[in-house]
C-alpha cells in the first residue's frame, strides 16, 4: 500500500494531508526518512509521522448532533470542549469530516477513514450539504436570486445553491431560510447570507447527502451502519460521472 494511503487508512488525517507530510519529511519507514509519494508500506513495516507511530485502524462512522458551544475538532489549545468530548467511548482515533462553527449546530459525521472524508467534502461529488438559517431580514426571491447564480466571497464565487423561504416575520424583521449548498469553505452560509444583507443569528446543518438527525438529540450520536456508508459513497460516485 503506498505511503499516503496508509496514513490517511489509520485515520491520521486524509489523504491529501499525508501527502503534505511526507513531502515535509515528517514521516518514516522503519526509522528512515520517507519523502517519495510512490513508497509502499509492508507488512511489519514501523511507519511513524513526526515521531509517533501509527497503525491502520478499523474504518468508523459516526453520526453526531452537535450542539451549539462545541468545538469540531479534535483538541482545542484553549481547553474548550470538542466533537470528541461528547464521544468519550470511542476508542479510535476519529476527527470530523469538515466543520461546523462554534456557534453552529446540527449534523457532523466523523470517522477515521481518509479517503471517504475526501469524497465527502471534495465540492466536485455534490454532496448535499443543508442548513437552517435564521436570518436578520425579510428574505424575497429577489434578495436571495445571487445565491442561485453563485455570489463571491473572499474573492472567489460560490458554485450555485437551492433555497427554500419556510418563514418570515415582519414584525420581527427576520426569516427562516433553507439552503443547499456543495462545498464546505470557511463560514460559507454565514458569508453568503450576509453577502446579501440578510446575516445569520442563528445556524444548524440538517441534512448531509442521505442522512439526517432523525432520532438524535442535540450531544447525541449513533455508529452509521454499512448501508448508509455506502450511500454516501455511491452518492459521491455517481456525481463524479
Not at 135 to 149: I, M, Q, S
Not at 210 to 218: A, M
Request: with cysteine; hydrophobic share 35%.
Amino acid at each position: 500500500m503506498r505511503i499516503n494511503k496508509y496514513i490517511a487508512h489509520a485515520g491520521l488525517c486524509s489523504r491529501r494531508k499525508a501527502e503534505a507530510l511526507i513531502q515535509q519529511g515528517l514521516v518514516t519507514i522503519n526509522g528512515k526518512v520517507v519523502t517519495e509519494l510512490s513508497t509502499t508500506v509492508k507488512s511489519g513495516d514501523r511507519v511513524e509521522v513526526e515521531g509517533t507511530p501509527i497503525y491502520n485502524e478499523e474504518k468508523v462512522y459516526y453520526l453526531l448532533n452537535k450542539p451549539r458551544g462545541v468545538i469540531s475538532s479534535v483538541s482545542d489549545e484553549k481547553g474548550r470542549k470538542t466533537v470528541i468530548d461528547l464521544l468519550p467511548d470511542v476508542k479510535e482515533r476519529i476527527y470530523p469530516v469538515g466543520r461546523l462553527d462554534w456557534d453552529t449546530s446540527g449534523l457532523l459525521i466523523l470517522t477515521n477513514d481518509g479517503d471517504f472524508t475526501d469524497k465527502m467534502i471534495h465540492p466536485r461529488n455534490e454532496i448535499d450539504k443543508v442548513y437552517l438559517a435564521r436570518v436578520k431580514g425579510l428574505a424575497t426571491k429577489e434578495n436571495l436570486r445571487p445565491l442561485v447564480k453563485g455570489i463571491m466571497i473572499d474573492g472567489k464565487k460560490t458554485k450555485p445553491a437551492r433555497y427554500t423561504i419556510l418563514k418570515t416575520d415582519r414584525e420581527k424583521d427576520r426569516s427562516v431560510v433553507e439552503l443547499v449548498i456543495h462545498e464546505g469553505r470557511n463560514h460559507q452560509v454565514k458569508k453568503m447570507f450576509e453577502a446579501i444583507g440578510l446575516p445569520v443569528d442563528k445556524l444548524s446543518r440538517t441534512r448531509f447527502g442521505t442522512l439526517d438527525l432523525s432520532g438524535l438529540r442535540p450531544g447525541e450520536a449513533r455508529r452509521l451502519n454499512k448501508k448508509e456508508v455506502s450511500q454516501l459513497h455511491n452518492a459521491a460516485i455517481t456525481k463524479q460521472k
